[in-house]
């Protein structure tokens, strides 16, 4: 992740979650094409660590983190990024209470 986070955002730090929008191929719409690289590894560290968590809901909220950006939300403030946690949270809930979470890890 460290590698990918130079590469993309010129940052030397490891981070949990990366998404890259690439620019559409000639003939598809535009915004279709994108990735989400999320560390599996600390997902999995901060899951058994935080007391409110789990390895699957810390995965999940990398995802839902990711999509959140790719969404255009932005966490360059920390109001911004506060606002982001809130609702990636609750939509985390929501998969849950949907046993959406039962076979992620």
């Known amino acids: 992740m460290s590698a ?14 990366i998404s890259v929008r690439y620019d559409a191929l000639p003939g598809e719409p535009e915004g ?3 990735e989400i690289f999320v560390n599996v590894e600390e997902a999995w560290r901060q899951g058994t660590r935080r007391a ?17 950006h790719l969404a255009g939300a932005d966490d360059n403030t920390p109001a911004r990024r506060q606002a982001m946690i809130r609702t ?11 046993g959406l979470l039962d076979d992620l890890i």
């Open 4 to 17: 990918l986070n130079r590469d993309w955002f010129s940052r030397n730090s490891v981070t949990d979650t």
């Open 32 to 34: 279709c094409s994108a």
């Open 52 to 68: 409110a968590s789990s390895p699957a809901r810390e995965l999940a909220l990398y995802l839902a983190h990711g999509l959140h």
């Open 88 to 98: 990636e949270w609750q939509w985390v809930k929501d998969a849950e209470r949907h």
